[in-house]
């Protein structure tokens, strides 16, 4: 790895050097945009709208216009700036971590301690870890001053911007505050379902099928010289993959009551087909599409279809998950296709 920033953390007089370094990446595949015509690369350039002469990117500026004046700002402009200058990671506060709005959380850094003894870099580690407290810090990346926390991952101290309070949107929706009642035995079975689904979060059970879907695609384009057969891929035409069918948006328009029962159906279906497992596949296969919910549910079981013996690739797994659009919709399945759902979490 590179490190993107070097500096220290600062909490009282205490001074721990580190190094930054990206705790993610993309592992989307790389494209890049052709003529449809005869493949040629697209490439944009970027032209001077005075002058219309192509700039390299090392005599670009950026500017701010007001509507009638423009501020022309260079690197060295902005490397004036007093926050631009600074090196350090500077602790302002221990929070509860639980104060922290997850949706205000941003990239995460990896921090590596750089002096020699790492003894600080331990000694904070060690105090977040046993006050189960969370660091509050100011820092200045990539020409920009950021709010950040500190926090403890394994053995690492892990650095993670967060957005300004006025960077958060503030919300009302209509919908959020009806007044429409929930029953007692919705709530029951709601709770009985969520038992249902109860377990430890285990990332690494769970891959980005578009990706997989994806990749799968290339190959077959590989090996068949563009002379690609998309349903013998994927074992399914691309047209069947929009997830509309018949049955989606049944009951629209019909009330509340009419809403109340399609979730009362569709949460019964959902415990009825965790309950029954694999030996009563046919269970869940109740009624109660109609709705979004039950829409939703019904989606859940999934089918191989019988196309996918066709596959180039061989990969079973990635035309299952591509053929679930079209069988959240069907209104009936055999016990023989249900049989073949992916097993829940």
């Known amino acids: 790895m590179r490190a993107v920033w070097s500096g220290s953390i600062t909490f009282g007089l205490v001074n721990v050097p580190v190094k930054a370094y990206s705790a993610t990446k993309r592992h989307d595949v790389a494209l890049h945009q052709v003529h449809d015509a005869d493949g040629g690369r697209i490439r944009y350039q970027r032209r001077c709208e005075v002058c219309g002469k192509k700039v390299d990117y090392e005599h670009i500026d950026k500017a701010y216009e007001d509507g009638e004046q423009t501020v022309v700002l ?71 001053t950021r709010l950040g926390v500190l926090r403890v991952q394994d053995a690492v101290l892990v650095l993670q911007d967060i957005r300004w309070a006025d960077e958060v949107r503030e919300v009302d929706f209509p919908a959020t505050r009806s007044r429409a009642k929930i029953g007692t035995k919705e709530k029951k079975l709601a709770a009985a379902l969520v038992d249902q689904f109860a377990s430890d979060f285990t990332p690494e059970e769970f891959e980005d099928s578009y990706q997989v879907e994806l990749r799968q695609l290339i190959d077959a384009k590989l090996d068949q010289g563009e002379a690609l057969d998309t349903e013998a891929t994927f074992g399914e035409s691309p047209k069947d993959s929009d997830g509309e069918g018949e049955g989606e948006g049944e009951g629209e ?93």
């Open 253 to 345: 328009g019909e009330g509340e009551d009419a809403e109340v029962i399609d979730l009362m159906q569709a949460l019964k279906a959902s415990l009825d087909k965790k309950r029954g497992g694999r030996k009563t596949p046919a269970r869940g296969s109740s009624s109660g599409t109609g709705s979004t919910a039950g829409a939703k549910t019904s989606g859940s079981k999934k089918t191989t279809p019988q196309k996918s013996g066709t596959q180039k690739t061989g990969s079973k797994k990635t035309a299952s998950k591509k053929s679930t659009p079209k069988t959240s919709t069907s209104k009936t399945s055999t016990p023989k296709k249900t049989g073949t759902r992916r097993k829940s979490a």
């Open 74 to 144: 260079t690197d060295e402009d902005f490397d004036s700036l007093p926050a631009a200058q600074n090196d350090e990671i500077e602790v302002v506060q221990f929070v509860p971590s639980d104060q922290i709005d997850p949706i205000t959380l941003g990239k995460s850094y990896f921090l590596e301690p750089q002096s020699k003894s790492p003894k600080s870099y331990l000694l904070l580690r060690q105090a977040l870890q046993d006050t189960e407290r969370t660091a509050v810090v100011t820092f200045a990346l990539r020409q920009k």
